[in-house]
């Protein structure tokens, strides 16, 4: 029986692309619905756009708004830990990539997560219906893709089904936080899949995000396109959307003392600050630790374990390697130093008790400290820090 379906008898590169189109809405609809909007509350949406992703969502995944909400919450909450829902750090990069989705639906039914991260999410009749009928949205796509593309549809519909499963769930939560590049260096293993960000519709970016979980926009560089940016950006052009937070930008300009503005630029660039401190002096420590483990006959560290080190990931690193660094801290003066300031630096924004008058103080006298300590890496840092800002460079300057 040949039934060709509403489209007709279509050449096999058409299949394609209403299969790569079909899926692409509903990458759309995860990262600037669920993602953005829902979970971080970083854009608006206008009713007939939430709606429709809403109901496209209920048609190709069954995912219900509320679920996935609190999931990516508590991910965010518990990152790299036993509770994180789906870390390849805990759970293995084979089990993420691959059953992530089972992963997933194992963390929707804790009530308990539910409860405590999934609120401020839709609660009106469209979604009580959405809930009610969580899986035969599926069903009526299948009947669709019958109806339009005849017996293939069943294969594009086969696709549909799996294609967030693996790129969502398994890619971006595995491959997210296991390969690729770092912009900022967090606490977490997230990774920069690829700078163009095109087939994940943005979520390629996750180091990005996770530096700046809030901001509706992921790319980060020059060089990255994040193309759900690209998505909101036209909405937004069409008053359809309304973005609430993109992450602020590190200036520098010459200023002859840290103020109020560098010490809240350093704060809410905590990542970045972190990133450009720990490439300053790494290659002091890279340089102390080849002199010191020559003298004592132990095999030298890479250098990606200093950068572990100085971002506070030391937890990634082996039983030897701390070992090896703790040594080193102890018998090198300059490393005792470097460490001794970057726990220093980092209590800036981690003491909420200090007021802003003691911050600043405390920033004031790091500098000092560090432009004085003789380790030439450390003072040029210093000097650079004292002219971040959250500001532009002035028009007169």
């Keep these: 029986m040949n039934f060709t379906g509403f489209a007709g008898d279509l050449p096999w590169w058409a299949y394609v692309v209403a299969t790569?189109?079909?899926?692409?809405?509903?990458?759309?609809?995860?990262?600037i619905f669920l993602h953005r909007n829902q979970a971080h509350r970083s854009v608006d949406l206008a009713p007939p756009v939430s709606h429709f992703f809403r109901l496209w969502l209920w048609l190709t995944t069954g995912m219900n708004t509320k679920e996935?909400?609190?999931?990516?919450?508590?991910?965010?909450?518990?990152?790299?830990?036993?509770?994180?829902?789906?870390?390849?750090?805990?759970?293995?990069?084979?089990?993420?990539?691959?059953?992530?989705?089972?992963?997933?639906?194992?963390?929707?039914c804790n009530d308990k997560t539910i409860e405590k991260y999934g609120f401020g999410?839709?609660?009106?009749?469209?979604?009580?219906?959405?809930?009610?009928?969580q899986n035969y949205g599926i069903y009526v796509m299948l009947l669709a893709d019958l109806l339009v593309f005849g017996w293939i549809g069943v294969v594009i519909w086969v696709i549909q089904m799996i294609w967030i499963p693996f790129w969502?769930?398994?890619?971006?939560?595995?491959?997210?936080?296991?390969?690729?590049?770092?912009?900022?260096?967090?606490h977490d293993e997230s990774r920069n899949i690829v700078p163009l960000a095109l087939f994940i519709g943005g979520e390629e970016l996750h180091n990005n995000h996770h530096a700046y979980p809030t901001s509706s926009k992921l790319s980060s560089k020059w060089y990255e396109f994040d193309l759900g940016w690209g998505y909101i950006r036209l909405l937004e052009m069409m008053k359809l959307?309304?973005?609430?937070?993109?992450?602020?930008?590190?200036?520098?300009?010459?200023?002859?003392?840290?103020?109020?503005?560098?010490?809240?630029?350093i704060i809410t660039n905590r990542f970045e600050v972190m990133t450009e401190f720990t490439e300053s002096v790494r290659s002091t420590c890279v340089e102390e630790g080849r002199k010191f483990f020559a003298k004592s006959g132990a095999p030298a560290l890479a250098s990606g374990a200093y950068r572990k080190w100085l971002s506070f990931r030391g937890h990634?690193?082996?039983?030897?390697?701390?070992?090896?660094?703790?040594?080193?801290?102890?018998?090198?003066?300059?490393?005792?130093?470097?460490?001794?300031?970057?726990?220093?630096?980092?209590?800036?924004?981690e003491d909420?008790?200090?007021?802003?008058?003691?911050?600043?103080?405390?920033?004031?006298?790091?500098?000092?400290?560090?432009?004085?300590?003789?380790?030439?890496?450390l003072k040029r840092f210093a000097e650079e820090l004292r002219g971040f800002s959250s500001l532009p460079q002035p028009a007169s300057a």
């Design 20 to 31: 790569l189109c079909l899926t692409h809405i509903t990458i759309a609809a995860v990262t």
């Design 68 to 108: 996935w909400t609190a999931v990516h919450r508590k991910h965010h909450a518990k990152v790299e830990t036993e509770d994180d829902p789906h870390s390849p750090q805990v759970a293995g990069i084979w089990r993420v990539l691959f059953c992530g989705a089972g992963l997933y639906h194992e963390e929707a």
């Design 121 to 133: 999410t839709p609660d009106d009749a469209a979604e009580k219906f959405y809930k009610r009928f």
């Design 168 to 186: 969502a769930a398994g890619v971006i939560n595995g491959v997210g936080h296991y390969l690729g590049y770092r912009n900022f260096q967090t």
């Design 241 to 265: 959307a309304k973005v609430k937070r993109i992450a602020p930008r590190l200036h520098r300009h010459a200023k002859p003392a840290c103020d109020l503005d560098t010490l809240q630029s």
């Design 316 to 349: 990634r690193l082996s039983k030897g390697e701390r070992e090896s660094l703790r040594k080193l801290a102890e018998h090198s003066a300059v490393v005792g130093k470097i460490r001794e300031m970057n726990k220093e630096l980092a209590s800036l924004w």
């Design 352 to 377: 909420r008790d200090a007021s802003m008058e003691q911050l600043i103080e405390r920033l004031r006298s790091w500098c000092r400290k560090a432009e004085g300590s003789g380790i030439e890496s």
